[in-house]
């Protein structure tokens, strides 16, 4: 399944891309303006980026800038309203790899997703297998690993310790845990993370050197001895 992080402040709009996106197979991470689409970037570490110029708090061609500066391969692509020569120009000098004008057929926009993933999947294949202690994850099935066991995962447990391991024996903050995994889910709190890292706990007991450490009032750390 190809992640897709898609920025797009006009809800009505986005709500119909990401639902026909994900109607074709795709898993769609949705963020509203720059600063979020950061973060989420950071930590989530898509297939591919869809990206409107116009946004708050931080425009597209910043946000491609600073996604260059910890990314120099994940495909970037525009989707935007603005049309002038030199708006195209710019994109494609930041480091996009595809500029779509609005308004646009969403199999257009299909086919160039796919277009642009498919020429880095091997190496795709590979980064998505995560060896962790006795287990593997694989970030692609949504599913963790160990001997004759296999559990399946939801997408955000998943991710959630994907990015723990990742930040081994290093404190992940639970507001941008929060934040990156949950930003437009207003029921969700930390309580209901602290239920999420239990889970991942059990699903990890069969390992007892891995270890994820509670530090009070700051976040999580993932160790294994």
Do not use: C
């Amino acid at each position: 399944m190809i992640d897709v992080l898609y920025i797009e402040d006009e809800k009505s709009l986005a709500l119909i891309v990401a639902d026909s996106l994900e109607a074709h197979g795709f898993r769609v991470i949705h963020r509203e303006n720059g600063r979020d689409a950061l973060v989420a970037f950071k930590y989530q570490r898509p297939d591919v980026v869809i990206l409107d110029v116009m946004m708050p708090l931080m425009d597209g061609f910043t946000v491609a800038q600073e996604i260059r500066k910890m990314d120099s391969d994940t495909p970037i692509l525009f989707l935007t309203a603005l049309t002038h020569t030199e708006d195209v120009v710019k994109g494609f000098h930041l480091g996009a790899n595809d500029y779509v004008r609005k308004p646009f057929k969403i199999e257009e926009l299909i086919v160039r997703i796919e277009a642009l993933t498919r020429k880095r999947a091997p190496a795709q294949l590979s980064a998505k297998q995560y060896r962790i202690g006795k287990y593997t994850l694989d970030a692609a099935k949504s599913t963790l690993t160990i001997g004759d066991d296999r559990e399946h995962l939801s997408f955000r447990e998943m991710e959630l310790l994907r990015r723990l391991f990742e930040h081994k024996d290093k404190v992940v903050p639970r507001e941008e845990i929060i934040r990156a995994y949950w930003n437009e889910d207003t029921y969700f709190t930390g309580r209901s993370l602290d239920v999420f890292i239990s889970r991942i706990r059990k699903y990890l007991a069969k390992d007892e050197q891995i270890k994820i450490i509670n530090i009070r009032g700051i976040g999580y750390m993932l160790t294994i001895d």
